[in-house]
Structure formats: C-alpha cells, structure tokens
C-alpha cells in the first residue's frame, strides 16, 4: 500500500505542503483546497492529517456509487465521473482527511502522488510502502468491494 | 435472464406512441411543467405550472391531489378510466445531501377507499422523473394490451411501448427489463422502474414498487407505495412498467438557489447520523425493524389481530433475529445521500413456497409494519417466515400492511367458527399458520381460490359479507375489522392511547400512521392530557407531516435520529433543530421564503384540499372518521381478562365506578360507553383546531383565512354546510 507517512515531530509549519498540494490539483495556492492538512496543536507544533488509504478504507464503504474505489497500490481514489456529490464519505472519514470546499462540487483527498514530499524541507513527509493488512484492513476484500 | 431472452422479449414490442421534449434545466427545484400522458388515446402531453399552483400546491402530494381533482368527476370511481396515477415529488426531492430528499409520492382514487389515496415511497423513480424535465406525472386511460412507459431524460423522449411477453411479477420483471435498456452494468444505476405484480390483477390491495439500483448486490431493488391499491389501478390501467432513464446526476442537478447551503445541511445530518444512529435507533443495521421490541415492551405491538399488545414468543421477531438476515455494513439509501441507510436486505435468501420456490433472493426489509402485521398480528413468530411473505407481497405487488391486517382478521373469524375450512376452500386460518397464509398469498397473484375472491377484496367488503352470507355477528364483525375508510388500519395498537386514536381515524386517507403517531407522547408520557392538548398534536403533527410530502422528503432522518442534545430542547417531540433545518433547506432551495408558521400552513391548504377532496368523492365527513371499537377498547372478555387489572383500575379512576361486583360484560359496557364518549369528545376538538365544523366540514372562513377559498372547493363544502 502506497501512503503518505507524516511525521509530526519535524513538521516546522511552513505550509509548503499544503501550497504544492493545492497547487498541483487546483492550480492555485489555496491550503483550503489541500487534500493534507497543517493543524496546530497548542504548545506542541503541528499535527499533519491525511488519509490513510487502504488502511481505512470508510469512505470506501459509505460511497453509494462506488466512486471510491482503492488501487492497485492500495491508494483510495475517488472517480469524479461517478461522485454524485453527496459528501456521506466526508462525514464517514474519521479523521477529516476526505476534504471539503465551498465552491467545489466534489469531495477531494490526498492519492499519495508525494508532490509534498519532495517539497517537505525538513523531511516531515515521505511516500512509503506499507502492507495494509498490518494495519489493520484486509486490503482485497477492500479492493473486492470497490 | 440472459442477453438472448431479454431481446427475444423485446423483439415482440411494439411502439404506440412517441413523444419529443426539449430539455432544460430545473430551476430551484422546479421544472414548471407536468407530463400527460392519456393510454386510451395515446396522447402525451406538456401542462405548464403557474406560480399560483407552486404557492398553493407546492409540489409532491399537493400537485398529485390538484390535477387528480382536475382529471376526474364527482361520479368517478376508481376503474373509470379517467381516474389517473399520478406522481410527484415536490422541489427539495432530487439533492443528493440532504438525507431522505428521494421520495416520490403517489395518489390516486383508491379501490379500497373511492376516496384519494397517496403514498410517500423511495426508490429514484420520482428524482430522475423531475430531473428529466416533470415536477409529475398523470397517467389517464386504458390500455388495450400491457404497456410499457419509457421517459428518457437524456435524450428528452417519451415512448409508449405494447409489452406481451414480460412476466408481471416486480423482481422477474425487472430481471427481464433491464437488459433491454441498460446494456452496461454501469448503465444500470441511471434507470428505475415503476412496476406493481400479479397481485394486482386479483386483488383491490395492490402496490407499486420503485427500483434502485443495489450496485453492490447487482439487482434492482424496490421501495413500496403501499397503501389504499395503487397496483390495481396501475394494473387495470395494464401498465407493466414505468421506466425512466437520467444519466447526469451530479449534486447540483436540482439546481439550488443556494447549493452551498444544502451541502452544509446535508454533511451536518451525515455527521449527527454516522454519530448518533448506533446508539439511538440503529437505522443503519437493521431499518425500522428496531421498533418491535420498542412496541412488545409498550403493549403496543399488534397481536391476534390487535386483540393484545405483547406476546411472549415477540423476541422471536426482534430486530436482533431480522439482523442475522440483513447484510450489515451496507449503504443502503433508497435515494443517495441518504446515510441512515435504512432499506435493509436479506440476501440470497432460498424460498421454500410457491412459484419461484427454490429461488434464491434479495428481499427488502422487512420493516417493523410487515413483521408487526404479517408477524405477530397474525400469530405468526417467526422471522423467516416473515422474510419470505415479504417477498411474495413485494414481488406480487401487493401491500404488507393491508395484508397482514387482513390476514389477522380472517384468522379471527376462522378461530371464533365465522370461517371453518369448508368456507376457506381449505385454508386452516388458524393463528400462526404460515403455509396457510402462503397459500392464500400465492391465490391472491394466480387468482384463484379464497385469496382471490374472499381475501383481496378487504376487512371492509369481507364484514359485510360475512354478516350477509353467513350470518355472523355484525356488530362483532364491526367491532373487529380494523379499518377506516376502507383501508386496513397499520400496525400499532391504539387502545390506551385516544390521541393515536384520532392520529388514525381522523386522517384524511384512512388508519395509516403518516400523519400522526402520538403514543408516546400521549400514553408513555402523557404530555398532552386535555383535550386541547391532543387537539393541537392532532393538529400541528399531521400537517408537519404532510410537509414531507409536499417536497419530496423522507420522514424518517426527521425524528428517527435526533441531535445528540434534542432531549433538552424546548418540544423535543417537534426535534426543532430538524425543523430548523428542513426550512433553511426549503429556501436554499427554492429561494422562497418560509418560517415554521408558513411551513403548516402549506401543509394546511393542501391538508383542507384533500378533506373536501374526499366530500365531493362521497367521503369526508365526520361519520367517515369512526374507528372500530378495537381501536378504541376492548371487545372481548378475552381481552378484558388479560389486562384486567388495568380496566379495572380505569373503571375507579377515570369512570369513577367500583368494578368489585360487576359482571365482565357490565365492566365491558361501561368501558365501551365511556371510551366511545372520549373519541367523540376528541372529534368535537379536533374539528374545531382544524378550523372545521362538528362535522368535519372546513368552512369557508377558514379556507378564507388559508388563501385556499378557490371557488371549486367552496362550492363542494357549501352543500355540506348548514
């Protein structure tokens, strides 16, 4: 499984990951439109939130239309083609990761394409392979029910 | 059903009739036309909406009742061909946020009734009919030979079809029809049908089923209008399929005023439900099923034909045996967006009986209604037997509630020697007979035998046979026929509570609990004890109620689940934060204004309609709102005997009679004597909320004062009034 692992004790909030995110998908530089999300804990830095692909895999059952299926990779990646925008996957995220803006019709989430991994520069992000299972989650009766 | 048999089907239809329309956008939840379409003449037609009807009507149940009023006579009855099934849905059905915004809503004049039946039903019939380009749809006429009407919203068609070779039955139906329209299984999710079954060819009960497409299960399920035998119209009218296509949906297909605004109200109730419903009502694992253990503990789930309120073996049909049946962890909406989720499924299900014995199928539900009624109101204790009724009803269209009513009473007329087997062509109707009932189900599809003939035609119609052809009782028969109107009461026990009473008896349809469950309000919490009290929840309830219809919505994400802190709300039984929602849902959408006074008084202009809807049918006056005595009180001893000291500490307190002394059938009559002064009591109260004479009259003040004194209906209410 292919995953964005973020490490909450290098992050220096800079936000460089939320620009890139939001401008790699969105074209413009926005952090409400970043599918990772840079929050501050009091006292303690920052805690970065992003979604834990196959791990979890809630939005994946709660999607009516099956717009949200997990990859070959274990990636959750939502067809925008099939979402007919009812956010029940934003509600069933239990983390917040499955993101939402006022002005777009569509659900959007981090697919582990590591742009803000590249840019990190304190190395609080890296793109890593992971077996779900260990997480957790049966990874193909996930990827069977998508 | 293979590719080959499907087009070998196919290849036998023949087109009749072909219609164009030009496609457009709804705008804020309107499309500002109605379709037409006459089977006899084959005509298909466009009506515009004027602004008037949108105010007066709003939509759904209200543009039902308006052009059914305008298509049919005083004299009209239900087989005439201008009688019509219409179907509408109001502005708010068709988002895909806000939970239960799916509902399609059916009236016609009912078999059972003579008088305007409607039925609030899920499935996507009604949200791809109004995105296609209708705010409703009439169907008038007769067809010659079995007709299928095809609407395509996407390329802006309507066809009407000649269809021989499909079977009737909703779920072979359906296994045939898709194949021949949607070739892709990706395709299938953008069609639903309106199909009813073989049930209403033989009976008066028949019902429409509404398909979704299960993607997951890969089968087209259904949602039921149910009542009052919308499947015998749609039968004698030789519909066998309603089917639309619309293939664009997206979140802003509705086209609101605001869209934002129903994101943000629809994701709030996803995160109350994802949070609340496992430990509120548990809608999302086992439906409205969770109510059976509620009502056996609250001597509230109908028994031996509503004779008690609890049985011992009622564990045998709680949610937790139906649990066991239903796939867990599914989104099972019958509209999307809907996470409470509550259409359930038994799946792969083998059926031991009748004609598709040894078939294995998915059977929606079955909800707390069909397990009370079929259930436990008919002896019957056991949930498979329930689950495989279910599907028979279903896929024979024919409806669970007034089936299982009807099945308690002919059992009690079997048990007290009324009907002996010679009398039943051999069906031993005794108390918890389930091959009987079976049988007796499967007469009612094939048309022969007691099911066809006795059975289906109703409690109302098999009273007055039974007191005619076999001399029973009459009184007794009255007594313990549980209906209104004609139609079969639904499946809750009403005894002990007079403001239920009312919720039932004093509807506009008949004995169904969609305009008002009081119970526990009224008996658990007897937070309405005057007659004001009840007369104001028998007010308010049923028209907050009616709004549902009026828009398209589901009544169940309104109290179903409830804000985590509702208890400590002002009217928590109103759940106000709901209520909040559901208007600022309205003006987003719509962009008109509306606050909680002008939410009732919509439902109240449509509420006084119906009412003298059913004066100029011959209905609706206040002889029509009397309950059966069981409703009221009880008529045995037998059932005196097994809450005796209940009325006999009644008889103290409240008839201030001591009951040491009294004959059972002196403590009987006094009971009956003083409940029945209640009830009209609660007549004299009601009517006046309502703003309507002793007789159940709306007068033309009030219609005044509702902007509702068009001249049709001051003209029927005038002959009625003194």
């Known amino acids: 499984m292919k995953v964005l692992k973020t490490y909450d004790d290098r992050c220096i909030g800079c936000g460089a990951c939320m620009t890139v995110c939001s401008m790699t998908f969105f074209k413009r530089d926005d952090h409400a439109r970043s599918a990772i999300q840079m929050l501050p804990v009091e006292g303690k830095g920052f ?47 239990p983390i917040g990761a499955m993101r939402r803006h006022p002005e777009e019709i569509t659900p959007f989430k981090c697919i582990a394409c590591g742009a803000c991994a590249k840019e990190c520069p304190v190395d609080a992000l890296a793109i890593v392979q992971e077996e779900a299972a260990v997480m957790g989650t049966d990874l193909k009766s996930l990827q069977e029910e998508a | 059903m293979s590719a080959v048999d499907s087009q070998a089907l196919k290849s036998q239809h023949k087109l009749l009739a072909e219609y164009n329309y030009q496609l457009r956008p709804v705008e804020r939840g309107y499309n500002n036309r109605t379709l037409f379409i006459d089977l006899g003449s084959k005509e298909i037609a466009e009506k515009p909406v004027c602004f008037e009807m949108k105010r007066k009507f709003v939509g759904g149940k209200g543009f039902d009742l308006r052009l059914l009023w305008d298509a049919v006579q005083e004299t009209t009855r239900w087989d005439d061909p201008e009688n019509e099934i219409v179907i509408s849905m109001g502005p708010i059905c068709g988002n895909t946020n806000y939970p239960g915004s799916g509902k399609s809503i059916v009236a016609t004049l009912s078999p059972e009734t003579k008088i305007p039946v409607d039925c609030n039903v899920g499935g996507y019939f009604g949200p791809y009919l109004k995105l296609s380009g209708f705010d409703a749809l009439e169907i008038s006429g007769k067809a010659q030979q079995d007709v299928i009407v095809f609407i395509d919203g996407d390329k802006g068609k309507i066809q009407i079809i000649e269809a021989p ?70 039968r004698d009218k030789r519909i066998k399929a309603l089917v639309v296509k619309f293939s664009r949906l997206t979140g802003a297909s509705n086209n609101p005023v605001d869209l934002k605004k129903v994101q943000d109200l629809g994701l709030k109730m996803h995160h109350e439900i994802l949070s609340q419903d496992d430990q509120q009502c548990r809608m999302r694992q086992v439906g409205t099923a969770h109510l059976v253990e509620i009502m056996n503990d609250y001597d509230l789930l109908p028994v031996h034909n509503f004779k008690f309120g609890m049985h011992p073996q009622a564990e045998k049909l709680s949610s937790h045996e139906f649990k066991k049946w239903f796939t867990q962890g599914m ?10 989720a509550c259409c359930k499924a038994a799946d ?59 099945t308690a009473f002919l059992m009690e007329c079997y048990e007290v020697g009324i009907l002996n087997k010679e009398r039943t062509g051999g069906l031993e109707l005794t108390w918890g007979n389930t091959p009987a009932v079976l049988e007796m189900l499967h007469q009612m599809a094939s048309g022969e035998g007691f099911g066809a003939e006795v059975a289906s035609k109703g409690v109302r119609w098999m009273k007055d046979a039974f007191a005619t052809q076999y001399s029973a009782d009459r009184q007794f028969l009255e007594d313990i026929g549980m209906e209104g109107k004609g139609l079969e009461q639904s499946q809750y026990m009403s005894k002990e509570s007079l403001a239920q009473q009312g919720g039932y008896y004093m509807t506009n349809k008949g004995p169904q609990h969609d305009e008002a469950w009081l119970i526990f309000m009224d008996m658990v919490n007897n937070a309405i004890p005057t007659f004001q009290d009840k007369a104001d929840a028998l007010h308010y309830f049923p028209m907050f109620r009616t709004w549902f219809s009026l828009q398209g919505l589901c009544k169940l994400p309104w109290n179903d689940i409830e804000p985590a802190d509702n208890a400590t709300t002002e009217a928590p039984s109103k759940v106000p934060e709901h209520v909040a929602n559901y208007i600022e849902l309205y003006t987003a959408i719509t962009g008109f204004p509306l606050d909680k006074e002008e939410l009732i008084r919509q439902s109240e202009r449509v509420y006084n309609f119906q009412r003298i809807f059913n004066l100029r049918m011959g209905g609706g006056s206040r002889g029509e709102d009397r309950a059966p005595y069981r409703a009221v009180g009880p008529v045995t001893m037998e059932e005196y005997e097994s809450r005796r000291e209940r009325y006999d500490k009644q008889l103290k307190e409240k008839m201030g009679v001591d009951p040491d002394g009294l004959s059972l059938e002196e403590k009987l009559r006094l009971h009956r004597v003083y409940r029945e002064e209640q009830y009209n009591k609660l007549q004299d109260a009601v009517y006046a909320r309502r703003g309507w004479t002793t007789d159940a009259i709306p007068t033309v003040e009030h219609l005044r004062d509702l902007g509702m004194d068009l001249p049709e209906l001051v003209e029927v209410v005038k002959k009625h009034l003194p």
Request: aromatic share 10%; hydrophobic share 35%.
């Open chain 2, 165 to 234: 070779g499909e079977a009737v039955d909703s779920h072979v139906l359906a296994e045939e029809l898709l194949p021949q329209f949607a070739a892709l299984e990706k395709d299938k999710q953008h069609y639903s049908f309106v199909t009813a079954g073989r049930g209403g060819d033989h009976t008066r009960i028949g019902c429409l089923n509404f398909s979704f497409y299960d993607k997951r299960r890969k089968v087209m399920r259904f949602k039921q209008a149910g009542r009052g035998g919308t499947g015998t119209v749609f």
């Open chain 2, 348 to 406: 792969n299900f083998e059926l031991l009986s009748g004609p598709y014995r040894g078939q294995r199928v998915v059977v929606d539900g079955p909800e707390y209604e069909t397990v009370a009624g079929v259930g436990s109101n008919s002896g019957i204790f056991d949930a498979r037997s329930v689950i495989e009724i279910n599907f028979y009803c279903d896929t024979y269209g024919l409806d669970t509630i007034s089936f299982g009513t009807i």
């Open chain 1, 47 to 93: 805690h970065l939130v992003v979604c834990e692909q196959a791990a979890c895999g809630k939005c994946v059952a709660e999607c009516s239309t099956q717009a949200i299926s997990i990859s070959k990779q274990g990636t959750v990646l939502i067809n925008k083609g099939i979402c007919i925008n009812c956010f029940a996957c934003v509600a069933a995220c």
């Open chain 2, 331 to 340: 989104p099972d909406g019958c509209w999307f967006g809907c996470t409470l």
